[in-house]
């Protein structure tokens, strides 16, 4: 997964944050792995743009911990599609990941937003 500024600046996302996000775009209901990387896009403002090859593996990981379950099914333009949907465990992993998201993001906003810089000197 990435992020974009520009088309051509991205930057490698921490390890986990896809799952989360898969898991989060899920509690909307059973979607395709399509539809999963377009949801994403879509509520990150075009931050977000997952990479077809890492959401597959990472669907496929989800699957395996069963946090999520696939099921075929025919998509909006006809075609047979791997739909996927949140499990009861998967949906206990959403609410536990979210809390380490949100405590990991405290923690760099305290660092990041701190006011003890040393101006001038190098650490």
Not at 42 to 56: C, I, N
Not at 69 to 80: E, H, P
Request: hydrophobic residues 35%; aromatic residues 6%; contains cysteine.
């Amino acid at each position: 997964m990435a992020t974009q500024e520009n088309n051509d600046d991205r930057i490698a996302l921490l390890q986990g944050t896809l799952d989360l996000l898969i898991l989060k775009t899920l509690v909307l209901g059973p979607c395709h792995g399509q539809g999963v990387a377009r949801l994403i896009q879509r509520q990150s403002e075009d931050v977000f743009l997952v990479d077809h090859g890492s959401l597959y593996v990472a669907l496929q990981r989800l699957e395996d911990k069963e946090w999520i379950r696939a099921k075929w099914g025919v998509s909006d333009n006809n075609r047979k599609a791997r739909f996927y949907s949140l499990t009861p465990k998967g949906r206990e992993q959403l609410v536990e990941k979210t809390s380490e998201w949100r405590r990991l993001t405290r923690a760099m906003g305290l660092i990041l937003d701190s006011g003890n810089e040393r101006q001038g000197e190098e650490a």
